[in-house]
């Protein structure tokens, strides 16, 4: 029979833990509040920036004389980057390490076409997995989402978008792995090919007829870096309501399991502490009976 005092000291541990977790699923939960209006007040910006770069690549594509522009170009997938998101911090259940399984995957799955693999990785937990398997990481960016916000992800997006079009990089295709937020309990990872860029083809009569001013090319040139930016922008708020959502989750089931681990031990500690008053009364019982 356990000691009185362990278990005691036992149930102390286990509610000053489900007291922690408590506080962890309610900061959480307040984040999350936040992370999910601007990721729902992005999203249609993030859709908007992509039509009217269809738009244009439809009509710049009718013209013979425009050349095609690099962020557009299709070559062979020799060398392919994967952008991968994860957070800085753990306690948000499966969150990182499906992220970090997916990425894998992709991974083998390229190499396995004969593509060169190298990583940008966005978050500690993602940074040390990879490092820990010899991958070959290009750039590893840590605490961005202690200050999000459209400037720090326009900086990955144009170091994306810089060695991408220079052809001393040798990078053919990127892709972005992240969490995309349904809802507090749901995250859905998300493999997606963002270079070289592919506008949706519009049916001619959405193309529309308009005068562009200075000129097409002028527009894509701005159009299409921005819409990279735009969408790193859009993975990583993704990422953070997620995150925020996993980390909720997670800690309301470690609250809920802390209070059955904590009644499994109360009934631990009143059997125990019945059992030694019985013991106690027997002894009495005893010495009195032998004292006749």
């Given amino acids: 029979m356990a000691n009185l005092k362990e278990i005691r000291k036992s149930i102390g541990s286990v509610k000053n833990t489900q007291k922690i977790t408590r506080a962890m699923k309610l900061v959480a ?9 601007e ?10 920036t992509f039509d009217v770069l269809s738009a244009v690549s439809a009509r710049a594509s009718e013209e ?7 962020l557009l170009e299709v070559r062979p997938a020799q060398h392919v980057m994967l952008v991968v998101l994860t957070s800085d911090r753990g306690l948000a259940g499966s969150f990182n390490a499906s992220i970090c399984k997916e ?15 190298s990583f940008t990785v966005i978050g500690r937990k993602g940074r040390d997995y990879f490092r820990r ?12 989402f202690a200050n999000l916000d459209f400037e720090h992800a326009g900086e990955i997006g144009r170091q994306i978008v810089s060695e991408y079009t220079d052809p001393d990089q040798e990078l053919d295709a990127v892709y972005l792995v992240y969490n ?8 859905i990872i998300r493999s997606e090919r963002i270079l070289p860029i592919q506008p949706a083809t519009l049916p001619e009569g959405q193309l529309g007829d308009f005068i562009y001013e200075p000129n097409k090319t002028e527009l894509l040139n701005r159009l299409l870096p921005m819409y990279v930016d ?20 997670a800690m309301d089931n470690a609250t809920t399991n802390a209070s059955k681990m904590i009644k499994k031990l109360t009934l631990q500690y009143n059997r125990a502490r019945q059992a030694a008053i019985t013991t106690e009364l027997m002894e009495i019982i005893g010495g009195a009976e032998a004292l006749k």
């Fill in 29 to 37: 939960s307040a984040r999350l509040r936040k992370a999910k209006i």
């Fill in 39 to 48: 990721i729902e007040e992005l999203r249609p910006y993030a859709l908007k």
């Fill in 64 to 70: 013979d004389d425009e050349k095609l522009h690099p």
């Fill in 103 to 117: 990425a894998e995957t992709l991974w083998a799955k390229l190499e396995g076409e004969g593509a060169n693999v």
């Fill in 133 to 144: 398997r010899g991958a070959n990481i290009r750039h590893d960016f840590t605490e961005v």
């Fill in 180 to 187: 995309e937020f349904k809802n507090a309990i749901t995250q």
């Fill in 230 to 249: 735009t969408e790193v922008f859009r993975a990583l708020l993704e990422s953070v309501a997620s995150e925020h959502g996993a980390r909720m989750t």
